[in-house]
């Protein structure tokens, strides 16, 4: 009798030590995973090469408030970023021209219970870039679509940072040629939009397609020394009253006389409030926002307004 009730008395003790158990290992990995706050910690971020030079300025303010902080950038196409947002569970955020699609919102509250935080955090240009030495600057939107359907037959070679798989790529083809293919013959790839930019610095017969950010900044030393080998193009504005062309700056941007405009998004796969979401409110608030200003992009949190103002062009001495 007594051994009966020893074994049964052993048994209860083994299920709760059992249940402890799962309890604390249950514990353990919830803690393992939620390893970063807003102030600490480290994360692996993918973001569209096009983007660079701002998000590299947004990185560098963000660690520098909060020293606790280390934010790993790789720069890629905007498919590998979303391909890494789907496949990578180390990529904890992305950063591209779009947010989700309906489909790829059911896949992630299908896989992992909850949809990805998203949202447009600037408005950005791409911008048309010529060789210093060409005579070349003004573009129609039909001009820009025959040079990239190849029915121009002027033989100017148009140069892209790859031919697939980037966002540059993908925004000619929806918004330039409304959804036809290139030329393959006088569209040329290079690996990225320095590349480009060198390309047409050293080729007169060449015009080239990047983001504004790689380009348009004054205050950046790098962006004006390239802009003694390369100008930047007007572009036909369908909606201009006073001029029927225009170069991408913040106030064509934001108010889209500029045609060739496009979003920035990012896309956060965090379910708490860690290191991602930190970096993602920093940008989307007045500092980050204004490092975009900076940047010359357009804010898409932080209204700018635009007033007419009178210059009394007598100084007083």
Known sequence: MCSKMYK????????VLSVTIITISCSSKKQAMVSDTPLHGSIDISVDESFKPVIDEQIKVYEGSNPGTKINVHYKPEAECLKDLLNDSATRMIVVTRGLNAKEERYFEDSMDYVPRWDKIAT???AVVVNAGSPDTIFTLKRLQDQLSGTSGNGQQIVFDGLSATSTVRFAIDSILK???FD???VKAVKSSKEVLNYIASNVNAIGLVGISWIGNPEDTAQLNMLKKIKIAYVECAVCSDSPFVKPSQLSILTRRYPLV?????ILKENYTGLG???VDFMQFERGQL???RAYLGSSKIGFAIRNIKINEKLVK
């Open 262 to 266: 496009r979003g920035l998004y990012y």
């Open 179 to 181: 959804g036809k293919s």
């Open 184 to 186: 393959t013959g006088v």
């Open 124 to 126: 950005d240009a791409i």
């Open 277 to 279: 979401a930190g970096f």
């Open 291 to 293: 490092i975009f200003k």
């Open 8 to 15: 049964q008395v052993i048994h209860a003790i083994g299920v």
